[in-house]
């Protein structure tokens, strides 16, 4: 039993003592306890509980697409919770909220991509994409496609499926029990693709993964005409195309789904996160309708896959409300427009700062690579963006150190962002760049 305690000290020794934190240094957070404990949050800023109030640069995790503290959210899920809170999709029981958003994410989503299927995060998203995938070749006769291609850098979430696939081997490496069927490219080399498939035989491969821009491992924009290649290739050999939108996704890089920037349309897409910008969990798959087509004149029987919450009524309320928010606001234009003056603030900051190698935005996702020869882009041996990103945090703004084989600082601050809260951004990172400079060079 927790006594009853009051104070921001009490709140950090029972944080150490019964709080395990996803995804965080667990020694670190023994040691210093929480870092922050925000309590409240008003579009690109958030506030802790000492009252220190922070520019939220990563939109918390790539998710809150449009700002803290949107009180239509909060009306919307009180109202839905008061009404139903919750019932069953499985065995053909159905809501409104998960329909009409079914219909309006099919309304958006590229091409014909038209049927979803929901969950209630990327993760489980990507395990269910994997799933339908082989699922989908034994119901064609070819029960041994069951490979799934990755890229390299790339993150797709941490249940066993969506690990297995995540390109970043830490993550792999961590319970050294990654799932079968795995295989992994060069993210940037359309020939390792093709040898890759050829090596392991097209016959055997499900499906080929990949978030249009990476996000947790760098911010990486793709090759030129990647993408293009890339559908190409899964046309070739039969295999299905599947996209990772779970950041991407819901206007982060301007338009609705980031795939749209290149110019091809998946097999499947999987999105979360900015569905409903944070305020419920909730994220899905979308089908194409060869796909939707052929499951329905094949299945037999029941489709043996679903989470309790595929298609929350709660969530998909708010989900709606969400995306209205961001057509309403004309987000996805913001996003482009703040998009464009955050890169050429990164660009002024390349051109002052010694330690600043590649810049790069698409939207509102940006990173900054940390170097110590510009020419040669190599690296200073040792990891300077987690310095800077608690220097920045001092400053006032929370970004992303990214420090798998590179050196990163991310960024994707909430959509309503306005051009000079960017330069806000920009300032402090000037200044940042500067104290963290002075101490090192
Ligand atoms: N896919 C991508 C591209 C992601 O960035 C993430 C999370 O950051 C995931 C999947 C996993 O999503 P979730 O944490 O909601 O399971």
Redesign the pocket.
């Known amino acids: 039993m927790i006594k009853e305690k009051t104070g921001i000290q009490e709140l950090i020794d029972l944080d150490k003592k019964h709080f395990i934190h996803p995804t965080t240094a667990i020694e670190q957070q023994q040691a210093d306890g929480p870092s922050f404990i925000f309590k409240e949050g008003k579009g690109i800023y958030l506030t802790d509980v000492k009252g220190r109030t922070v520019i939220d640069g990563m939109s918390s ?2 998710n809150v697409n449009i700002g803290h503290g949107q009180e239509e959210l909060a009306d919307v899920a009180r109202e839905q919770m008061a009404k139903l809170a919750f019932t069953s999709n499985f065995a053909t029981f159905s809501n409104e909220p998960a329909i009409r958003l079914a219909a309006k994410i099919a309304s958006i989503a590229p091409g014909d991509l038209n049927a979803v299927f929901f969950t209630s ?6 395990d269910t994409a994997f799933k339908l995938a082989r699922h989908y070749w034994i119901l064609k006769g070819q029960p041994n496609r069951q490979k799934i291609i990755s890229r390299s850098k ?6 066993m499926g ?1 690990t297995s696939a995540t390109g970043l081997k830490p993550f792999r490496d961590f319970t050294n029990s990654i799932a079968p069927d795995f295989c992994y490219v060069d993210g940037s080399s359309i020939e390792e693709l093709r040898r890759v498939i050829e090596q392991e035989g097209p016959e055997t491969v499900a499906a080929f993964i990949a ?1 249009p821009i ?3 491992g760098g911010v990486n924009l793709p090759p030129e005409g990647y993408f293009k290649e890339v559908r190409e290739i899964c046309h070739e050999y039969g295999i299905l195309m599947v996209t ?1 939108e ?3 996704g819901f206007g982060r890089t301007g338009t609705y789904f980031g795939i749209e920037h290149y110019g091809v349309v998946p097999d499947m897409m ?1 999105f ?2 900015g569905v409903t910008s944070g305020y419920a969990q909730l ?1 899905g798959v979308v089908l194409n309708d060869k796909l939707h087509k052929d499951f329905i004149s094949l299945s037999k029987g029941t489709l043996l896959h679903g989470y309790t919450y595929s298609g929350h009524p709660m969530a998909c309320a708010v989900a709606l409300k969400n995306i209205e928010i961001i057509e309403r606001e004309n987000l996805m234009e913001n996003s482009k427009r703040r998009g464009e003056e955050l890169l050429a603030g990164f660009k002024k900051l390349q051109s002052e700062h010694p330690i600043i190698g590649d810049v790069r935005a698409l939207g509102l996702i940006g990173g900054i690579s940390i170097v110590k020869d510009k020419k040669t882009g190599e690296g200073f041996g040792t990891q300077l963006a987690p310095k800077l990103v608690a220097e920045a945090a001092k400053n006032g703004l929370i970004c992303r150190s990214v420090t798998f084989d590179q050196d990163t600082l991310v960024f994707a601050p909430p959509l309503i962002i306005t051009k000079t809260e960017v330069e806000k951004i920009i300032d402090i990172l000037d200044k940042t760049f500067t104290a963290v400079e002075k101490e090192i060079l």
């Not at 995060?121 to 990507?126: C, L, P, R, Y």
């Open positions: 995790l790539w995060g990327g993760s489980e998203s990507n790339s993150y797709h979430g941490v249940a969506a978030e990476q996000g947790a990772d779970v950041i991407t999987c979360a996160k994220g």
